[in-house]
């Protein structure tokens, strides 16, 4: 009676579209891995402070400025980094004061930042370019008012 009752709840199962499993083959090997894409290799072809920037191009650039000097500029050019973001992150002697991001529209691309910089601000500074992953890619030192 008892095997009766396993023979009929077998067939019930096969009725319902289920069926066992012979687990003692093999399973077949996962397929690989697509490769991953490359990543875009990003180069700061140039990069500058400047006073200002007139047609797309740096103005007195330095690397001391006047205590007076108002704002500055951080001027960068770069290849291979169409389509992603970059950011110039502004520090006054350790303690970072800004960070602004860039979007870069194609290769080469030439985009920059403009920081207000107070008279009283004075000492070292610099500014870092760093990739969309936070990475330094240059890495820009200047002094104010000394």
């Known amino acids: 009676m008892k095997r009766m009752a396993m023979i009929a709840a077998s067939a019930l199962l096969l009725g319902q579209g289920l069926a066992a499993q012979d687990t003692t083959k093999a399973a077949a090997p996962a397929p690989a891995p697509a490769p991953a894409a490359a990543t ?29 000097v108002g704002q500055l500029n951080c001027w960068t050019k770069v290849e291979g980094a169409g389509g992603s973001t970059l950011h110039h992150v502004w520090f006054h002697g350790d303690t970072q004061v800004g960070d602004v991001e860039l979007q870069v529209g194609g290769s080469p691309w030439r985009t920059w930042s403009r920081k207000t910089v107070p008279a009283d ?6 500014v870092e370019v760093r990739d969309a992953a936070g990475t330094v890619l240059k890495r820009i030192d200047f002094t104010v008012g000394q």
């Open 40 to 68: 875009p290799s990003v180069t700061v072809v140039e990069a500058v402070v400047a006073k200002s920037v007139l047609d797309r191009q740096p103005q007195d650039t330095g690397a001391a400025f006047p205590a007076d």
């Open 121 to 126: 601000w004075t000492g070292a500074w610099h």
